[in-house]
């Protein structure tokens, strides 16, 4: 919703600010908005009018869906499964890629992660690579967890993309 140099007028930094916290905040049952509160929170230095309407746009979403929760339903598995992605060039302003990826137990979503990429990737494969790798780190630190619970999870990476 904003260019490369964010032009415009700036705003309260104050209140924007203030804004990003509360969103922030929302996000522990909320991970549906996370990406889109980050992306706004990268501009907390010098914040402009197409920032703050973006942020205020959220607040709208958020009004308009407030049911929208995460669900932990008791008889789910305690399977451990996880998923990865990447947009590979995916940001207008650097044409960096951003990798996430997600865990569930069973039906349950216990943990969630988005990155920006710190340097431009060349190819789609690369930047799979980084979200694959990223979602290994991730589930490795689960399953270590796991051990002190007497489970272990089995680890399989499959590559839809080669």
Known sequence: PWGKDGTGK????????????????LSASRP?????????????????????????RIFRYLKGHPKLEIWY??????????????????????RKSTTGGCQFSGRRLISWQYKKQTIVATLTTETEYVATAS????VLWIQNQLLDYGDVPVLSCEYWNA
Do not use: W
């Open 10 to 25: 700036d705003v309260d930094l104050h209140l924007y600010r203030s804004m990003i916290r509360s969103l922030m905040y």
């Open 32 to 56: 549906d908005i996370m990406f889109a509160i980050c992306t706004c929170a990268r501009h907390q230095v010098t914040p402009k009018e197409c920032h703050l309407h973006a942020v205020k």
């Open 73 to 94: 339903p008791k008889d789910s598995p305690f399977d451990l499964v996880a998923y990865s992605n990447s947009d590979y060039g995916g940001a207008t302003q650097d």
């Open 135 to 138: 979602g290994c780190g991730q």
